[in-house]
Every structure is written in C-alpha cells, then in structure tokens.
C-alpha cells in the first residue's frame, strides 16, 4: 500500500499533466475544433488569411508541464494550459490547443485523456510527441483582372467594378449619362454591364440591381453595386 502512495506521489511530481484529477480535465471547455476554412477568415488589402492544421514533432524533458483535456469532436487530447516551471513552457515547444497524435510512437489521436496521461507517465524523458496544431497562414492576395470591352483592368479585391472603370479612364456611360449619372448611388440605372465570364466572382445582386434589373438579362449586373472578388469579363451593353 505504502509503495502504491508512493508511486503515484511520484508519478504526479514528474507527470505531464497538472495536478488536476482525470474527472477535472473532463469537466473543462474542450478545445474546439477549426471549422473548414477554405475562404479566409480576415483579409486586408495585401493577405488573405487562412486557418490551417500542421504537424509538428517535439521532444520534451519531463516534467512537462503541460494541463490536457480531451479534444472533443476532434478526439484524443489537446494541451488546455502551459504551467510555467514545465519543459513545455519554457521551450516554447507546446502551445496551447495543440492535439496529441503520437506520444512516444503511440497512436492517441483517439485515445481518452486516462490512456494518454498513462503513456507519458510511462514513458522515459525525454519524450517525443507528434501533435497537430492550429495556424494562421497569410497568403498574398491575388488582384483580380477586370476585362471591361476587351481592355484589362488589374483592380484591388473587393472594390467597386464602376470606381475601378471611371478611375482607369474607360467610358462606363454614352450620351448625356456622361453628364449625368449618378454618381455610383444606384438611381439612374446607365450603368449595366453584360457579364460575359466570371459572375461568380462578383458579390451578389443587390435591392437596387433587382429592382432595376427585373426586366434586364440576367447576365447583366450594375457596375455602381457590384464588388469584384476575382477575374470576370464584361462588355458594355448595346445602347438603345
Ligand atoms: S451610376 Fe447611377 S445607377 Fe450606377
């Protein structure tokens, strides 16, 4: 008996886990898993931004330091808080909301937080460990080529087609819409394009286009409402 106290006491001196018992680890927020993130979640005018999952191997002397909680949907376990006096800390090596693949060439990327904290209390320091952590990456962001009437326009992602083509000097209006447009308010309706290719790179229709436009094709968009994501040709419409 005293030797099973004494191991256990042990045990926890050197554990990688906090001194939390297993049923405290359950009753803690899990991690929460990213979502697909195919479009990216910020932008700004240079980078898209993406959240991605990387692989990463680490080797760890022990204590490690490192409080872990089951990861939910994502299974297995993932690192909930980074003690300081760990090796995880003070190496850096460990973030927080990392997920365990493999502690010492074992598989526990589905394996219950008892069966993990088991494996690192068995194995020798230091430790390697294979996790999958969450990222952000920043890509460059790709300027859309506008083809307006057979001329190419490179245009900042996200802005206005009409601002893009009155800047760059093209003529968006005939006749006296020259002198009298709107301005881009969207009330006097000179300003429709024929969308050629691309219409899925431009932002939806918006009140003002479908009430305008009820009686117009359906490839034709207003280049005062419209926002361009990605390449797409136009033309001019045929003036009546
Ligand atoms: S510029 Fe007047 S509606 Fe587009």
Redesign the pocket.
Same mark, same amino acid.
Do not use: F, I, P
């Given at each position: 008996m005293l030797f099973t106290v004494f191991s256990l006491a042990s045990a926890l001196a050197w554990s990688p886990v906090s001194p939390l018992t297993p049923g405290a680890c359950r009753a803690a927020p899990r991690c929460q898993p990213l979502r697909a993130a195919e479009e990216p979640f910020r932008s700004d005018e240079l980078f898209d931004y993406f959240r991605r999952k990387k692989e990463v191997s680490v080797s760890l002397e022990k204590p490690l330091g490192a409080v872990l909680k089951e990861a939910g949907a994502a299974g297995g376990v993932c690192v909930e808080e980074l003690l300081e006096e760990g090796s995880a800390s003070t190496t850096g090596a460990l973030k927080k909301n990392d997920r365990l693949l493999r502690v010492a060439d074992a598989d526990v990327s589905s394996s219950s937080l008892d069966d993990v904290m088991a494996i690192l209390v068995d194995a020798s320091s230091p430790v390697e460990i294979d996790l999958e952590r969450n990222v952000i990456v920043k890509v460059v962001r790709k300027a859309p080529v506008l083809t307006y009437d057979g001329q190419t326009l490179e245009m900042q992602k996200g802005s206005i087609m009409?601002t893009a083509v009155v800047k760059n000097g093209l003529e968006?209006?005939s006749g006296m819409?020259k002198l009298t447009? /709107?301005?881009?308010?969207?009330?006097?309706?000179?300003?429709?394009v024929d969308v050629k290719e691309g219409a899925e790179n431009l932002s939806p229709r918006t009140a003002?286009e479908e009430k305008?436009g009820a009686k117009r094709p359906p490839t034709y968009r207003?280049? /005062?409402?419209v926002l361009v994501n990605g390449d797409v040709t136009v033309e001019t419409p045929p003036k009546k």
């Open positions: 009409r968006l209006y819409a447009n /709107c301005g881009g308010t969207g009330s006097c309706s000179t300003c429709w003002v305008k207003m280049a /005062c409402q």
